[in-house]
DNA sequence: AAATAAGTTTAGGCAAATCTAAATTATGAA
DNA sequence: TTCATAATTTAGATTTGCCTAAACTTATTT
């Protein structure tokens, strides 16, 4: 596997991650994620189509190859490793951890990477819940649900949170809400889709149906 | 502290080791450490200069400002942690993690180098033994003299290494040599200079003068 | 089906870091 | 002291990654 610069990692890592939701990712899609003009995805995109890392057809949207994806999960495997790093050796707090890891993750050294994940005791999830690949590139599937589908009455423990903004972080700050947080949900009210939840020794109180819709949990653990 | 390319890190840490030797450092000089021409030293130290990094002037060499080594102190900080690591936690030999660091030591976020200064328990050496600059940028100093210099029958332990090529380091190895390791001089041959050493539990052999000026040692420890 | 809006690409430029080749400055030997 | 050589700098290109503005394609609306 040939090298990348950090640019070119970025940009295959997030298109990675957008076509989990969308068939093509688009050149605007992109352009916002990346913070980044449309032109410039667009020379990317040639660039990385020479390189067989995309399919891409002018107009047309694009999507990684297999190889393209291989790489993304390597990149992502390194994002993931560091961050359970950051946060289990370090004691970083979960929200700081992916600012951090976003810039040792293109150290791409395969055999610090491999060391690493030895010494961490090859962790499968990292501390957003989010699985980590192994060195083959594999990741277990955890089957997570939004809590806005959970039955009621049943506990579960918060496994990750599928947004990192800090308006997120801080609402999820407030109401004590963090990985490894066990919770239940009381009750559904239909008119605005709002919950009543409630965590381990506190009193019961509602959040909204779009900050449930974020929030994964996983029965049992 | 501002913020340094990648580029200009490796510039300003290289001009602080060769300035430890000789008063100005030359263009050519730098060009050859860091592999370039020296067309593009001469660039570099134009913009260096400009953010009064070091003192320059056309046709007479160069040295880094206060401003320069503080910035040379805090990449060296954060190169040495990581050799730290990499040998203590993740069990890279001693010859490897040189490499490795190289890359590490340009992820600058300051939070994270101190946090791992602290996992580390806050080392203050290495494990080529040279010192590792705390976070204000003081080094301890350890009088290292180089086994070529040592007296007779005096024991001491191998420290440091001021020669990291990959013959010298097979040299080493073939010889048993590491950090770490105890060593007694035996004898000193006129002739060429070499000496007999003698390592625990080990019979005594001979090396070379140019090897012996390159091995630091230091007592007690 | 044409017109318009939205999305995308092209063309041309800029800054960083490098290079080669030519010009300039310094040095030390005759 | 002058001159040849070595060291250094300048000038002009190149590559990467980004930009703006203009041109083009696709999709939507009437």
Redo the contacts with the bound molecule.
Sequence with gaps: MLNF?I??ENYIKTIFHLQQEEKNV????LAAVLQ????????????LKQKKLVHYQ??R?FRLTNEGKKIALSIIRRHRLWEYFLSEKLKFSWDEVHAVAEDLEHVSNKKLVDKLDEFLGFPRFDPHGDPIPDSQGRILKNQQIPLSEMPLNKSAVVCNVSDQSSSMLELMDHNNIAIGTRVEVKKKFDFDHSLEIKLRQQNPFIISDMLAKKIFVKYGA
């Design positions: 610069s640019s070119e688009t050149t605007n899609g980044t003009k449309p032109a410039s995805i667009t020379d990317m995109m040639k660039k002018p107009y949207g």
